[in-house]
C-alpha cells in the first residue's frame, strides 16, 4: 500500500512539474475545485488519460474551475492564448509544434455554449490530441 501510495504520488508530482505548475498551488487549486465540483478524486487520472466524459456535470464543473484559477480561461469562457502556449513551450521546444498544437484545441467558444464545457472540451482536446501534454 505505501509503494502505491508513493507511486500515486510520483507520478502526479512528475507531471506537475512537468507542467511548470507549483505542486503546492496545483494541490491547492484542485481542492479548492473538488469542494466546488465534487468531482470523484480517482477522476483525475482518468481525465489525464483522455477519458473526459463531457456530459458528466461534476467533470465540466471542476475542469472549468481549474483553467479559470490558473488562468487559462476566463468567466466568459475566452481562453488565454498566450498563457497555454507559454505553458506549452515548457514541453515542446518545437514553437511551430506549439502554435499547431494551440491552434487545434483552443477554438474559441461557439455562442451559446456553456463555459464550464467548453473548458473542458479543451482539456480533453489536449489530452486526446497529444498524449503526454499536462495542462492540468
Not at 35 to 63: C, F, M, N, W, Y
Not at 116 to 132: E, H, I, L, R, T
Amino acid at each position: 500500500m505505501e509503494i502505491l501510495t508513493f507511486l500515486i504520488s510520483f507520478t502526479f508530482l512528475s507531471l506537475v512539474v512537468a507542467s511548470s505548475l507549483d505542486p503546492e498551488m496545483v494541490k491547492k487549486i484542485h481542492g479548492e475545485c473538488f469542494e466546488i465540483s465534487h468531482l470523484p478524486r480517482d477522476s483525475l487520472d482518468k481525465i489525464r488519460a483522455g477519458q473526459v466524459d463531457l456530459t458528466d456535470l461534476a467533470v465540466k464543473e471542476h475542469l472549468f474551475c481549474y483553467t479559470k484559477k490558473v488562468g487559462f480561461v476566463n468567466d466568459a469562457g475566452i481562453l488565454n492564448d498566450d498563457l497555454i502556449k507559454k505553458r506549452l513551450a515548457l514541453q515542446i521546444k518545437d514553437e511551430n509544434k506549439v502554435e499547431e498544437y494551440a491552434k487545434i484545441c483552443n477554438a474559441p467558444k461557439k455562442e451559446g455554449e456553456e463555459v464550464n464545457y467548453f473548458a473542458a472540451k479543451v482539456v480533453a482536446c489536449y489530452y486526446n490530441s497529444f498524449p503526454g501534454i499536462v495542462i492540468m
